[in-house]
């Protein structure tokens, strides 16, 4: 593709390609956060066709309306606080069906994750095996635990984003015997109940072949569970971290593709090693469901060409919509929705409003010639990871979020108002 091409337009879900946005914009105002339901339906089936249980990651898009939606989907639900956690119990996701997680969860979240009845606590440190086991008591209740493991293999995704390297600062890791010693910890407890092993490797993965060498560490410790203390996963939760496509540059890789490979990792790895029956499989993805699912609508305010140095277009949001530019060097694909199948050969920086030099939202856009101030900008796949790490920086209110289906939309969250800025002021 040259430069100048249009849009990709496999690259935004079909039921966002022709809505009215200057009606929407009109209404709602920007910058606005627009998710096809159709499409995060579609995504949530092709995860429960391929795996047992399917655990969204709540942290990459949260509300009560995504919450009911994923139950109704038959997914189950990852709250990695009490502040997620309260958000699926308020909206009625069943607790059974929540997986707890956190590497530093206080006594509060232990607590009130005991007492709702979630169904697994992952356990993170040695720590908090002893202090589930004392609530556990306190309570009268056996918890089913699911033990997180690191397993020492890279994931060649962002650094900040890598989370099953000796570094780690989550879970047991493998060498050394330090997660053997976790797992019979818990074993030994009578108030926990050990499912199984967790292992999350990291974030926006494209490489699989990262998913398979954990899988072959994780076949390790479960031949040496089996044979130094006669433990027996029932659960192998491998984690999230199916890379979305964000520029049209990008792999798609598709959910079944992923399963795939998961799958047959398994089954060769534990049949390797003659280790019975495979456990089931549980997997916890966030992005490849929510991102490609929402585009983000902005409105173009300033234009500014600097000679010798390029053109600024400057939109109503950025740095607290999306923070993921400045935090990864994410790259977006920018396009005018209502323009989207024209050639873009304007080369342009698309920055925020923030009062800072670096928030910028598509650092290299390519544009249709003569946007002007006034026009609809979009970004596509802005659906995980945007609304959920968004901010009032600058005491700019948060962007109201809607779901559309069939052409018609309903607002999910509303938009923040200038009362929302001064609400917890004492
Ligand atoms: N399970 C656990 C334990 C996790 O920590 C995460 C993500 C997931 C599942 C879901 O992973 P996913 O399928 O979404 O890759 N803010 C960063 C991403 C942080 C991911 C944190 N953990 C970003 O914007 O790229």
Redesign the pocket.
């Known amino acids: 593709m040259s430069s100048s091409d249009p849009l990709d337009i496999s690259l935004v879900p079909k039921g966002l390609l022709e809505l009215n946005f200057s009606a929407l914009a009109q209404e709602f105002n920007t910058p606005l956060f627009i998710y096809d339901e159709d499409e995060l339906r579609r995504r949530c089936r092709e995860y429960t066709a391929n795996f047992p249980t399917v655990v969204y ?1 709540g ?2 898009f949260l509300c009560k309306a995504m919450v009911q939606l994923i139950a109704e989907e038959g997914l189950s639900l ?1 709250c ?1 606080t009490g502040g997620e956690l309260h958000v699926a119990l308020t909206a009625g996701m069943p607790a059974s069906r929540i997986v707890f ?1 956190g590497n530093n969860k206080s006594l509060a979240e232990l607590s009130m994750a005991v007492d709702a009845g979630v169904g697994h606590v992952v356990v993170d440190s040695f720590d908090e095996i002893e202090r589930l086991g004392a609530i556990a008591v306190e309570q009268k209740k056996v918890v089913p635990v699911l033990v997180r493991v690191t397993p020492g293999v890279e994931a060649h995704t ?1 650094e900040f ?1 890598e ?1 099953g390297t000796e570094i780690s600062k989550f879970g047991f890791t493998i060498s050394e015997g330090v997660a053997i010693n976790a797992l019979n910890r818990v074993h030994e407890n009578p108030s926990l109940y050990l499912r199984g092993v967790h292992c ?1 490797i990291g ?2 993965i494209y490489r699989l072949d990262a998913f398979s060498r954990a899988i072959n560490r994780l076949a390790e410790l479960a031949l040496a569970a089996r044979n130094q203390y006669g433990i027996i996963f029932s659960i192998l939760n491998l ?4 890379g979305a496509r964000y520029l049209s540059e990008d792999p798609q890789i598709s959910i079944t593709a992923y399963s795939q490979v998961l799958h047959d990792s398994v089954a060769t790895a534990w049949g390797a090693s003659d280790l019975g029956d495979i456990p089931a499989i549980m997997v ?5 469901i929510a991102a490609p699912s929402a585009i983000t609508l902005y409105r173009v305010g300033t234009i500014k060409e600097i000679p010798g140095v390029g053109t600024y277009v400057a939109v109503d949001g950025g740095m607290s919509d999306n923070p ?1 530019p400045v ?2 060097g ?1 790259g977006y694909e920018a396009y005018l929705p209502e323009r989207v199948h024209e050639n873009r050969p304007f080369a342009c920086s698309v920055v925020g409003k923030h009062c800072e030099q670096g928030d910028i939202i598509v650092a290299d856009a390519q544009l249709p010639a003569k946007v002007q101030p006034g026009d609809l900008l979009a970004t596509p796949t802005t659906g ?2 945007g609304y959920s ?1 968004a901010s009032n920086y600058n005491m700019v209110p948060r962007p109201a979020v809607l779901f559309a289906s069939n052409g018609e939309v309903r607002c999910v969250l509303r938009r923040e108002t200038p009362e929302d800025l001064t609400r917890l002021d004492g």
Do not use: C, F, N, V
């Open positions: 990651a942290k990459a990852d990695a997680h962002h984003i989370t999350h974030s926006q984690g999230g971290g199916l916890e993805p966030g992005r490849s993921r935090l990864y994410s995980a990871y790490m």
